[in-house]
């Protein structure tokens, strides 16, 4: 099971990669959904018409974080990732030991991987997706 402070070094690492926060992510800071994003970066996020940046009501700061443990954060992060690699086929899969998962692994389309054996794994599906677009990003 992923403990809050690993999904939120994912959130943070994908923020960093560029992640755009999407009507439905679901923030891990404060456990809301975003219904809009404005601003010239996609920031501040609007929750039920307020703005919030992350500053909590005892003053102490957490910055926003999405939290990929959500599916329909984490089908934001693989369309986003799919998008910077230019293939609507990437897929991912476990990488099973009998009946244990062990890792999960990021693939390119068949097609394309005839041409480019570009394989992501890490230990969870999100952050297998993750390290997708951080190589992406740096290439």
């Known amino acids: 099971m ?4 690993q999904a939120r070094e ?3 690492r994908a923020l960093a990669a560029g992640f755009p926060w999407a009507p439905g992510c679901l923030d891990g800071a404060f456990g ?3 219904t809009r994003v404005s ?11 307020t703005t919030h940046t992350g500053q909590d009501y005892e003053g102490s700061f957490d910055p926003l974080w999405p939290d990929f443990r959500d599916p329909a954060t984490l089908g934001v992060l693989v369309a986003w990732v799919r998008g910077l690699w230019g293939d609507p086929f990437m897929w991912s899969a476990p990488v099973v030991d009998g009946h244990t998962v062990r890792a999960w692994g990021v693939h390119r389309s068949p097609l394309r991987a ?4 570009d394989v992501h794994v890490a230990e969870t599906e999100p952050e297998a997706w993750i390290a997708a677009a951080e190589a992406k990003g740096a290439q």
């Open 39 to 49: 601003g010239p970066e996609d920031v501040p996020l609007w929750y039920e018409g």
């Open 2 to 5: 992923t403990t809050d402070t």
């Open 114 to 117: 005839f041409l480019f054996s």
């Open 32 to 34: 809301v959904r975003v």
């Open 10 to 12: 994912w959130g943070r």
